[in-house]
């Protein structure tokens, strides 16, 4: 599979590059460093205290979102495969302290609520650049951007996102791709996400990037 830049234009399609903030983005690489783990498989935590209590953390929320609240987590680990895509009602912040890649979609590109895996771009995100990956953005846990390392990213979002989700009567399909606060959920078949129950709607190959990793 072809692996862009985010400073490639088509990146633009799907996100962009948040310039500026050098020192606050320095203190949260360290903070990744120095206070979450790097996992065999992919861990996921929605807010973590290391993060959250960093004086970058409200310099950041006053500039991206506007200061209405946020959480500072991470998703961090080993994974080279696509498995699922999600999108929310916002945008998301990621930085890492290692380069990561992540494969993205355009929630435009959804067909009767399934969309082809053929449509997916993987892109690379250097270590220390901060990106915001559009509300109108498919995506889900990164991916590493070497064979011998894992990924260590800062994921930033409104606050409470991922966090339980809601019991409602669904009352249409997108309902049904509710999975938590603030996250639906399109999962291949092939998914430990799709077995639990998650709805399967990535048709086509569940693209695994190990073979071009260098």
Known sequence: MKILKVTDPEFTNYGRIIEGYEAEKKEIVEALKNSTPIPEGTE?????KALQSLA???KITNSLFGGSPMQFGWCNGHNTKLNCLEYHRSSEINLGSTDFILLLAKREEIVDFKLDSSKVKAFLCPAGTMIEVYATALHYAPCQASKDAGFQVLVGLPK???VGCPDFVRANTEDKLLTATNKWLLAHAESAEAKDGAWVGITG????IAADLK
Request: proline share 0%; glycine share 6%; hydrophobic share 25%.
């Open 44 to 48: 996921y935590v929605s807010e973590e």
């Open 56 to 58: 970058a953390a409200d």
């Open 205 to 208: 190959e569940n693209i695994d």
């Open 160 to 162: 409470g996102t991922n």
